[in-house]
T-cell receptor, first 116, second 119 residues
Framework: DTAVSQTPKYLVTQMGNDKSIKCEQN?????MYWYKQDSKKFLKIMFS???????INETVPNRFSPKSPDKAHLNLHINSLELGDSAVYFC???????????????FGPGTRLTVL | AQKITQTQPGMFVQEKEAVTLDCTYD???????LFWYKQPSSGEMIFLIY??????QNATEGRYSLNFQKARKSANLVISASQLGDSAMYFC????????????????FGKGTHLIIQP
């Protein structure tokens, strides 16, 4: 059984379009995250959600919006896509009941977004 | 300033040799966790090993061990008896605690080391 899953795995779209990436975890974790990995392989946190509440929101454009219908899902919506949004987007989750800095984050397989 | 520094962009190692991947970190928080992830060419992020700032002993997981030197703020990953399948990108990451308690924070990653195991 897949612990953290993302769909789609590949996403190719035109500039200006709106797209969504879905993420689901079946680990019963309390916190979910979105990370962006750029062309140089650098990973950076974008958002985290804990119990449907946005905990951190790094300085990402407001064209990006996370939406969590329930604790097991955290979707990423991107409006008005730009060339610079091309990257691999990873969803992750961690238990985070207490002493969060100790909790391992488990990653989904990633979604490679290409904006033409 | 970078919080996680991995000084080896790439490494070539002969199969069956031991490998040490360097990682230094910077934090003023007494509570933090250090993590290593492996990213093979297929792209997924695989968790390898964890070390907590209060842990007295170095972490070990099978062929992976973490050489934790707190005073030097280093957390090097050691892979014993390397295998061809170990060829991948390796990322060191840190998660800091909060004095106030509670709240979630993301991982801060280093730039990674591309390890290539040669037969």
């Amino acid at each position: 059984d897949t612990a953290v899953s993302q769909t789609p795995k590949y996403l190719v779209t035109q500039m200006g379009n709106d797209k969504s990436i879905k993420c689901e975890q079946n680990l019963g974790h309390d916190t979910m995250y979105w990370y962006k990995q750029d062309s140089k392989k650098f990973l950076k946190i974008m958002f985290s959600y804990n119990n449907k509440e946005l905990i951190i929101n790094e300085t990402v454009p407001n064209r990006f919006s996370p939406k969590s219908p329930d604790k097991a899902h955290l979707n990423l919506h991107i409006n008005s896509l730009e060339l610079g949004d091309s990257a691999v987007y990873f969803c992750a989750s961690s238990q985070d009941r207490s002493l969060e800095w100790r909790d391992t984050q488990y990653f989904g397989p990633g979604t490679r977004l290409t904006v033409l | 300033a970078q919080k996680i520094t991995q000084t080896q962009p790439g490494m070539f190692v002969q199969e069956k040799e031991a490998v040490t991947l360097d990682c230094t970190y910077d934090t003023s928080d007494p509570s933090y966790g250090l993590f290593w992830y492996k990213q093979p060419s297929s792209g997924e992020m695989i968790f390898l090993i964890y070390q907590g700032s209060y842990d007295q002993q170095n972490a070990t997981e099978g062929r992976y061990s973490l050489n934790f030197q707190k005073a030097r703020k280093s957390a090097n990953l050691v892979i014993s008896a390397s295998q061809l399948g170990d060829s991948a990108m390796y990322f060191c990451a840190m998660r800091e605690g909060r004095w106030s308690g509670g709240g979630a924070d993301g991982l801060t990653f280093g730039k990674g080391t591309h390890l290539i195991i040669q037969p």
